[in-house]
C-alpha cells in the first residue's frame, strides 16, 4: 500500500530541487506540481453544492479523495509518493483526515529573494513578453514587482501561515540556503522529520528539468535544476527602495524569532 506525503511551501524556494533529490531514493516518487490538490477540491465542491449534499456521508467523501490519489499515482511502483503542491498547506486538516500519518516538506526563503528570483528569471527570457501562464507583467519594475507579489507570492505566503497554525507538527520548513550549502544535513533533518531511514543521496548528480510543464507557464527554464547542489545565488537587481519596501514587511514567520512567536499563539489558542 502507497504512503502518501506532499511539498509544498513558497515559489523559487527550492521545491523543485528537493523533488530532484528525494527521488534519488528508490523508494520515493516526487515530481512537480500535480493536479490532484485540485481534483480533490473540487470534487469536495461539486458534492457540497450538490442536492445530494446531506446523503453523502463524510466515509463515501473520504474513499472518493482515496480513490484520486490512488487513480492518479496507480503507474507508480514506489511506496512512498510525494504529491506536490502549493495549495496543499491550506488543507492540512483534510490531508491529516486522509493520511493520518502525513507530513508536509515546505521549502520557503526570504520574500526579496523569490521576488528578486522571479525577476531574473523574466528577464532572462529576453525574447519573450514578462509573463507567467497567461498572467502578464508590467514594464515597470516596480509594478511588475508588486504583480508578482500579488500573484505568485501571497496567496501561497498565507496557505503556508495557515497550515503553520492549524497543525505546526505537520509542517517541516526548509529554508533554500540551507538545502543548498548543506545539502546533507538538511536532508538528514528531512529524513527524521519523516520518520525514514536516510538514504545516502548523489548531491554532485541532481538534474531535473521539465520542459513542458514550463512551456505550459510560458517561462523558460522555470524548472531546471543544475547537476550540483550548490549556492550560488543570483546578484540582487531590484531597486533598493523595493528592497527596503519588503524587507519592513518581515514576512519570514518561519525564521526562529518568528516561529517563537507563533508558536506563542497556537499554545495561546
Not at 467523501?61 to 507508480?76: A, M, P, S, T
Not at 516596480?142 to 496567496?155: G, W
Not at 537587481?237 to 519570514?252: A, G, R
Request: net charge positive; proline share 4%.
Amino acid at each position: 500500500m502507497k504512503q502518501y506525503y506532499f511539498i509544498s511551501g513558497l515559489p523559487r524556494s527550492g521545491s523543485t530541487l528537493l523533488s530532484a533529490i528525494l527521488k534519488q531514493n528508490p523508494e520515493f516518487y516526487a515530481d512537480i506540481a500535480s493536479p490532484v490538490e485540485a481534483l480533490t477540491g473540487s470534487s469536495i465542491d461539486i458534492i457540497t453544492q450538490n442536492e445530494v449534499n446531506l446523503i453523502v456521508a463524510e466515509k463515501q467523501r473520504k474513499n472518493l479523495l482515496h480513490g484520486i490519489f490512488d487513480g492518479y499515482y496507480q503507474h507508480i511502483e514506489n511506496p512512498t509518493i510525494f504529491d506536490s503542491s502549493r495549495s496543499w498547506t491550506k488543507k492540512t486538516n483534510l490531508l491529516h483526515a486522509l493520511f493520518s500519518y502525513t507530513k508536509i516538506l515546505c521549502p520557503v526563503r526570504d520574500i526579496i529573494s523569490i521576488l528578486n528570483s522571479f525577476e531574473v528569471l523574466l528577464n532572462k527570457n529576453c525574447f519573450y513578453t514578462k509573463q507567467i501562464s497567461e498572467k502578464v507583467f508590467s514594464d515597470n519594475i516596480f509594478k511588475r514587482t508588486q504583480e508578482i507579489f500579488e500573484r505568485e507570492v501571497i496567496k501561497y505566503h498565507s496557505f503556508l501561515q495557515e497550515g503553520y497554525l492549524l497543525n505546526p507538527e505537520m509542517i517541516y520548513f526548509i529554508k533554500y540556503e540551507n538545502l543548498c550549502k548543506e545539502p546533507e544535513k538538511t536532508m538528514r533533518g528531512v529524513y527524521e522529520f519523516l520518520e525514514k531511514p536516510y538514504y545516502s543521496h548523489d548531491f554532485r548528480n541532481v538534474k531535473y528539468s521539465n520542459e513542458n510543464f514550463d512551456k505550459s507557464c510560458n517561462l523558460k527554464d522555470l524548472h531546471t535544476v543544475r547537476k550540483a547542489v550548490k549556492y550560488k545565488p543570483p546578484r540582487i537587481i531590484l531597486p533598493s527602495q523595493i528592497v527596503q519596501k519588503y524587507k519592513k514587511m518581515n514576512m519570514e514567520f518561519w525564521d526562529d524569532d518568528n516561529k517563537n512567536i507563533l508558536n506563542e499563539f497556537i499554545e495561546y489558542k
